[in-house]
């Protein structure tokens, strides 16, 4: 089964950091670009970056350029967002998602909640 | 930057078929793919490609792009069916989500 599971999610203070894991399993990982979409509470969905099955190409929305960095480890089968100087707006449930090379996004995961607050 | 508009709410009555658009400047020479999600769940792909279907997704869910809008279709809709819909394009190498439309099943 084609699996992604979340984690590190939790309460930060404003400009604090966290990295998030999103785990997979079921496929060949190293053969998929992969990506970040979050959805603030009551929101809809906004994708923040992606990254290549080798690590080429990366891309970042422009809210979180500069701050965020996507990385992955495919012999760990592991994708990771570094989150810093995080802000209030950052706030959401962050889902990592499988895509074939600027397709669709197919599984999700799960998602893992970041809550920026003093 | 690319904008896809979507209707806010959609509403139809049970066995009716509910029609969501998606607009953006010359969205029919991309790529549009739809999203379902429920309330406390991650989306799901439910058309792939304008109107491709992954498997375990009833034949009820169609699609279309042309021109200036795309289009999901569900056909005979079913109480099951009320969820948040995104439709969702790649736009200079980054993803692009329409603001997601509520369907409610009368």
């Known amino acids: 089964e084609v699996q992604l599971v979340e984690s590190g999610g939790g309460l930060v203070k404003p400009g604090g950091s966290l990295r998030l894991s999103c785990a997979a399993s079921?496929?060949?990982?190293?053969?998929?670009?992969m990506n970040w979409v979050r959805q603030a509470p009551g929101k809809g969905l906004e994708w923040v970056s992606s990254?290549?099955?080798?690590?080429?190409?990366?891309y970042y929305a422009d809210s979180v350029k500069g701050r965020f960095t996507i990385s992955r480890d495919n012999a760990k089968n592991s994708l990771y967002l570094q989150m810093n100087s995080l802000r209030a707006e950052d706030t959401a449930v962050y889902y990592c998602?499988?895509?074939?090379?600027?397709?669709?996004?197919?599984?999700w995961g799960q998602g893992t909640l970041v809550t920026v607050s003093s | 930057s690319y904008v896809l508009t979507q209707p806010p709410s959609v509403s139809v009555a049970p066995g009716k078929t509910a029609r969501i658009t998606c607009g953006g400047n010359?969205?029919?020479?991309?790529?549009v793919h739809w999203y379902q999600q429920k309330p406390g769940q991650a989306p799901v792909l439910v058309i792939y490609y304008d109107s491709d279907r992954p498997s375990g997704i009833p034949e009820r869910f169609s699609g279309s792009n042309s021109g200036n809008t795309a289009t999901l279709t569900i056909s005979r809709v079913e109480a099951g069916d009320e969820a948040d819909y995104y439709c969702?394009?790649?736009?200079?190498?980054?993803?692009?989500f329409g603001g997601g439309t509520k369907l409610t099943v009368l």
């Open positions: 010359n969205i029919g020479s991309k790529s």
């Open positions: 969702q394009v790649w736009d200079s190498s980054r993803g692009v």
């Open positions: 998602a499988r895509d074939t090379s600027q397709g669709w996004f197919d599984p």
């Open positions: 990254i290549s099955s080798s690590s080429s190409y990366i």
């Open positions: 079921g496929f060949t990982f190293s053969s998929y670009s």
